[in-house]
C-alpha cells in the first residue's frame, strides 16, 4: 500500500473521529439528567442546590455548547478524557484496565471460530448438495439463529448449574474461567463464516483453472490445499478485521451475564450510572481501534493478494 494511500487513509480516519466525537457529545449533552447530579448521587450524596451550581460550573456545564465541545476535544487531543463521575478515577486508566480482556476474549473466540468454521466450510463445500452439506448448513442455520444471551444462560445453566463443571461467573484470569464466553461468541460467529468459507471455496472449485487442473490429471486435494483455499481464504481476511473490531465493541452482552471484566461492561455500567465521560471516552476508544484494524487489514490485504497491488 504506497504512502499517499496510506496517508490519505489516516486523514479519512481523522475526519471520522472528529464527526463520530462531536456526535457523541452531542448525544450525551441532549441525555437526560444533569452529570453533577448524576456524579453526586453516584458516590451516595445528596446534594444541596449550592453543591450542584458550583460542580456544574466546575465541570463547564454552565458553558455553551460549542465552547464544552472545544474543550472537551482539545482535552482528548492530549490523551486527557477526563475523570469518570462514578468511580473518581481518570478515563483513559479505567479504559486501559478493561481493554486487555476484552482483547484477549475476542482473540480467543475468533481461534475457536476458525478452528470450527474453516474445516466445516471446505467440509460442506466439497459435499456439495450431500447429506453432509445438509447437515453443516442445517447447524449454520441454527447457530445463526440463536440470540447471543440465550445460548450464554443455556450454556450457564448446563455447564454451572446441572454438570457444574465450569464456573458461573467469568473473571478472565484463567483458561478455564473464560470457556462459556468464548464458545458463547464462537458459535454464532462460526455459523456465519462456515457459509462464508463454503461460498467462497465453491466460487474457486468453479473457476476455469481448476476445471483444467483436473483435466491435466491432477490430484483432487492438491488442487484444493494449493490453489483453491489460498484464492478462497483472501476475502476472508477482511471479514476477520471487522468482526475483531465488532467483537471489542460487541461483547457487552455476554461479558454482563458472565460478569466479565472487560470494555463491555464497563460500557453498560456507566450507561447506567450516566457517566458521560466514560460513555465518550468508550466510543472512541473503540471507534479508534476500529479504525485501525480496518487500515492494517487492507494494508495486509496488498501483501497476501498480488493482484491489487497492481490494480487488478
Known sequence: MRVASIANRIMQMLAVLLGISFVTFFLTYLA???PATAMYEAAGIVPTEEQLETARNAMGLNKPFVVQYVSWIGNCIQGDFGESFSRHQP????????IAPTIKLSVFSMMVMLVVSVPLGILSAIHQDKLVDYTIRGLNFMGISMPGFWVALMLQYFFS??????PVVSSGDNFEKMILPVITLAIAMSAKYTRQVRTAVL?????EYVIGAKARGLDSWMILWKHVL????LPLVTLLGLSLGSLLGGTAIVEVIFSYPGLGHLAVKAVSERDYPLIQ????????IYM?????????????????????
Request: hydrophobic letters at 50%; a positive charge.
Open 32 to 34: 437526560p439528567g444533569d
Open 91 to 98: 478515563v483513559n486508566i479505567l479504559l486501559k484496565e478493561r
Open 161 to 166: 448449574v446441572k454438570l457444574k463443571i465450569l
Open 203 to 207: 466460487e474457486e472449485l468453479n473457476q
Open 230 to 233: 489460498p484464492n478462497a481464504m
Open 281 to 288: 471516552g468508550f466510543v472512541l476508544w473503540i471507534a479508534l
Open 292 to 312: 485501525l484494524i480496518n487500515l492494517f487489514v487492507d494494508i495486509s490485504y496488498r501483501f497476501l493478494n498480488p493482484r491489487s497491488r497492481k490494480g487488478a
